[in-house]
């Protein structure tokens, strides 16, 4: 690093121990920005469309017995649990080898969006629908749709930051539904908390921590732990993922069916029963480092409307690429300027600004049984706003509940945004 960055990080890590929570508040010199806006991470869920659908395809024969179909849905299990693992990388990896480290993204704008698809020979197209749904605090909402296998996935999420010691330290709010219409199965995950290391050094990078659920409708349950370097594994990236029968059993470890361990950034294993599997004498699971991902198309800038985030960033991400400080501030203060006269005129007229395509559901309020409802009672855990995975009973079991779910119908009679 020269020595004009060394002093520039140096009085970023004195900024940030007078931080309030907002990480848009945070002033980063300009070799940390990323010209990335965080709207176009939700495609981290769908780099490997073939593991998105796998579970859909698999099913038991008609005539199966109850074994059969048993055995089945704990294939679908384990393939659900695959397909989370094999985002991890892309969603918290992908800075430090695309840049050289973990970067403060682009901060959207209310109603940024971004589009595209996945077209691959095997499993058909798989279309990607983000929107930032709220800017305070910063809210990001996706749908994930393969029409060919009946698949979707939809989701929303969030951040709240604290400061400790040497670290940044980062929960998550929000979930995703994965629905498998062909089999009238669903699928709840929740997103692990995580925190950013390397400060001091100036090479941040993210690692996960604490632990993140994935729910299924047909009562299994997978409790996923993370750690990093100096933990049990002493390994950085280190995950154990046990699948149970249901949420009562997961009270004790024993009860795993199948526990999966190891790097959700590069390798990890399989073995039946509660026991750790071993890299010498059990199955591997997923190699992350083996599987590239499919890169999602996204239409020329040309093509894009105003709202389409690559369209709209694209002179601050160009003063980014070239570290023109100046450039870079001037070019954000037209969005924000913009930003602040919507939000102005809004106000003088009455009118709120309008989501596109989801919705702000209250299930404190809502009758109707849906998903979300259904499987956070499996799996014991709160329908309130507290950080994600949160359970019943917890001190965050309160308060309002307030979710945002996909409205189909928006995107179908949508005009102006393009595939
Ligand atoms: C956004 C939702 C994705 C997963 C994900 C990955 C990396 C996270 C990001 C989320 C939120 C913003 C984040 C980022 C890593 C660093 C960045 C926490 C959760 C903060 C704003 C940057 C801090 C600045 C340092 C790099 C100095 O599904």
């Known amino acids: 690093m020269s020595q004009a960055s060394s002093s520039s990080w140096t009085s970023f890590l004195s900024s ?18 990323s010209p990335t806006s965080l709207v176009e991470f ?22 199966a017995g109850a074994p059969e179909i048993e055995a089945m849905a704990l294939k679908r299990a384990i393939s659900v649990t695959k397909w989370f693992i094999s ?31 996945w077209d691959s020979p095997l499993v058909g197209e798989t279309v990607l629908l983000s929107e930032q749904v709220s800017h305070h605090p910063a809210v990001t909402a996706y749908g994930i749709i393969n029409a060919s296998h009946n698949v979707s996935l939809q989701g929303y999420n969030g951040v ?42 100036a090479s941040p990078f993210v690692e ?20 990093g370097r100096g933990y049990f594994s002493g390994k950085k990236h280190t995950f154990k993922a046990r699948i149970y029968r249901d949420q009562l059993s997961s009270a004790n470890k024993d009860n795993a069916l199948v526990t999966i361990s190891g790097q959700w950034s590069d390798k990890s294993y399989i073995a039946k029963g509660s026991a750790t ?5 059990d199955e591997l699971f997923y190699d992350a480092m083996a599987v590239k991902p499919e890169q999602l198309q996204v239409k020329p800038l040309e093509s894009q409307h105003p709202l389409e985030s690559r369209r709209a960033w694209k002179k601050v991400a160009d003063a980014i690429k070239k570290s023109d400080y100046d450039q870079i501030h001037q070019e954000k203060s037209i969005i924000e300027n913009e930003q602040r006269d919507l939000r102005k005129k809004e106000q003088e007229s009455g009118a709120k600004w309008q989501t596109r395509w989801f919705d702000n559901v209250d299930y404190a309020a809502e009758q109707k049984h849906d998903p979300f409802t259904n499987l956070t009672n499996l799996a014991n855990l709160s329908i309130h706003n507290g950080p994600s995975g949160s359970a019943k009973s917890s001190k965050y079991d309160t308060g309002e509940a307030k979710h945002w779910r996909l409205n189909l119908d928006n995107w179908k009679q949508e005009t102006e945004i393009k595939l």
């Open 42 to 63: 939700s495609q981290y869920w769908a780099e490997h469309p073939d593991l998105f659908v796998e579970a859909s395809l698999l099913r038991a024969d008609d005539n």
């Open 87 to 117: 985002t991890l990388r892309s969603q918290y990896c992908l800075r430090n080898e695309s840049m050289g480290s973990e970067k403060k993204p682009l901060n959207p704008f209310l109603g940024e969006v971004f589009v595209g698809k």
């Open 160 to 201: 709240k930051a604290t400061i400790s010691k040497a670290s940044i330290n980062v929960k998550q709010y929000g979930h995703g539904i994965l629905q498998l219409d062909d089999l009238n199965e669903s699928y709840l995950y929740t997103l692990p908390p995580l925190h950013i290391e390397g400060l001091i050094s």
């Open 208 to 227: 996960l921590e604490g632990t993140s659920y994935i729910q299924s409708s047909n009562g299994f349950i997978v409790q996923i732990d993370y750690s």
């Open 277 to 281: 599997p071993s890299s010498k004498t």
């Open 16 to 33: 940030i121990t007078s931080f309030n929570g907002d990480l848009a508040s945070l002033t980063a010199p300009p070799f940390i920005l």
